[in-house]
């Protein structure tokens, strides 16, 4: 679990790692005009659903660009109380969606799961963005959870001149110094 402001900003730094390598593969598949994931093409059924590929995964590129703003709000803990909370819970929102994708395309892979579609023609790009989604679940977990551990940190300090002067009233408070 997350021990230190340290651990949690080097996890939100690899969500948003995560969710920028998702954005740029939305793109690079917008260029070519191809719906899926890397590794991952969709069915040509598929296309018949959508009115505008690129349109589409330009959408979901700039949901990847969302996804990394508020990972970046992960970096380090945030004094504003709602604007923490809401960075978590949007968190774990982005943090189920993107892990129900990684068992999702993983079951794909492995074959367990034939009704989510083929099996990848190529394994090793698969494979790649099966691992990417892995960590960027497991950075973006680790920096959620050093959020919500982090308002500890946060709300142990004096908000106010007058407790801090209170604090400072109370011999027993302070820490002991020599033997």
Excluded: H
């Excluded at 995560?18 to 690079?28: E, R």
């Excluded at 892979?109 to 099966?130: F, H, Q």
């Amino acid at each position: 679990m997350t021990r230190s402001p340290r651990t949690q900003r080097t996890g939100a730094l690899i969500a948003c790692a995560g969710a920028l390598a998702y954005t740029v593969s939305k793109i690079d598949l917008a260029r070519d005009g191809e719906l899926g994931m890397p590794g991952f093409p969709a069915p040509q059924e598929a296309y018949a659903q959508v009115a505008d590929v690129t349109v589409a995964q330009l959408g979901n590129a700039g949901l990847g660009l969302l996804m990394a703003l508020v990972a970046l709000l992960l970096v380090r803990p945030l004094a504003a109380r709602y604007v923490r909370w809401a960075a978590v819970a949007v968190s774990w929102v982005g943090i189920a969606m993107v892990g129900a994708g990684v068992v999702g395309f993983g079951a794909r892979a492995a074959g367990v799961a034939p009704s989510l579609g083929d099996t990848p023609p190529d394994m090793g790009t698969a494979l790649a963005a099966l691992t990417v989604g892995a960590v960027w679940v497991a950075g973006w977990s680790v920096a959620a959870v050093g959020a919500v551990r982090g308002r500890d940190r946060i709300s142990a300090a004096p908000t106010s001149a007058y407790a801090a002067s209170r604090s400072a009233e109370r011999p027993w408070s302070k820490p002991r110094t020599g033997p």
